[in-house]
């Protein structure tokens, strides 16, 4: 993958300014997005949240000032991700776009993986392969308490009551790839907020989306990962943070929203 570094702030309000990005309107959806739980972000507790097709978990030392400020970085690196592979499931150039944008809004990349491999079966088997990923990203120790596991966990269940479900089933399909994201921030003590990335590609010979995983019955597939870890730069951070939230104010009402769990 390509290695991206923006430690300039007025480098990246140039890059974000002229950035083009593909979504839903709020306002086009305003009776869908009224009926979906907006998150209320809280301080010292754990918290989940749909952000397009990922779920973002915050651990309970990232303050709530930021977390609003998190989520809205990951909107827009996907409404960017969704305008340059608008039609195709190319997950690995949707990735590529989606990592340079999060560079450009103050995150420093530490780390990047990927890898491939067959499955079959149905979902459970399915299940079976992406949680091991999710806890070699987090530490087995942090994924066996990490919302995200639980709902990863209550996601297998196949529960079709939850509306955010719906939203995020929209946003999983590319074309003829199933994708979504995983995501992890927290702010280790005495350093800056952290993010585990983990990006998920199913291309199916058989597969039907149904909610927000992938269900797929007598059937093989092949089950793409994209991970990286990123710091943030607070210094490029918190000068483009009004940019960022300008260029998302139109969509977040119907991409962001919390997670009962």
């Not at 776009?97 to 399915?126: F, K």
């Not at 479900?165 to 399909?173: A, G, P, V, Y």
Request: aromatic share 8%; glycine share 6%.
């Amino acid at each position: 993958m390509t290695e991206f570094k923006v430690e300039d702030a007025n480098v990246a309000r140039d890059y974000l300014s002229g950035l083009e990005v593909f979504g839903r309107s709020s306002s086009l959806e305003s009776v869908a997005a009224a009926e979906l739980p907006q998150p209320s972000y809280v301080d010292g507790k754990p918290q989940a949240v749909a952000v397009g097709s990922q779920i973002t978990e915050f651990a309970d030392n990232v303050p709530e000032s930021r977390r609003p400020q998190i989520a809205n970085s990951f909107l827009l690196a996907q409404l960017a991700a969704n305008k340059v592979v608008r039609e195709g499931g190319d997950t690995a150039a949707w990735y590529e776009q989606y990592i340079e944008v999060l560079s450009n809004v103050g995150w420093l990349i530490e780390t990047q993986i990927s890898s491939t491999r067959d499955v079959s079966g149905g979902a459970a088997e399915l299940h079976q392969e992406i949680i091991p990923v999710i806890t070699a990203a987090l530490g087995p120790a942090v994924a066996a308490a990490a919302l995200v596991t639980k709902v990863l966990d209550g996601l297998a269940a196949m529960n079709k009551d939850l509306p955010w479900i719906t939203l995020f089933s929209k946003e999983s399909q590319r074309a003829h790839a199933n994708q979504f994201q995983v995501s992890y921030a927290e702010v280790p003590e005495g350093m800056q907020p952290r993010i585990t990335l983990t990006c998920f590609e199913l291309d199916a010979q058989k597969s039907i989306t149904q909610v927000l995983f992938f269900k797929f019955s007598d059937s093989s597939g092949r089950l793409r990962h994209f991970g990286s870890k990123l710091s943030m730069n607070s210094g490029v951070f918190d000068k483009v943070e009004d940019v960022v939230e300008d260029r998302v104010a139109e969509f977040a009402t119907s991409y962001i929203t919390g997670i009962p769990i």
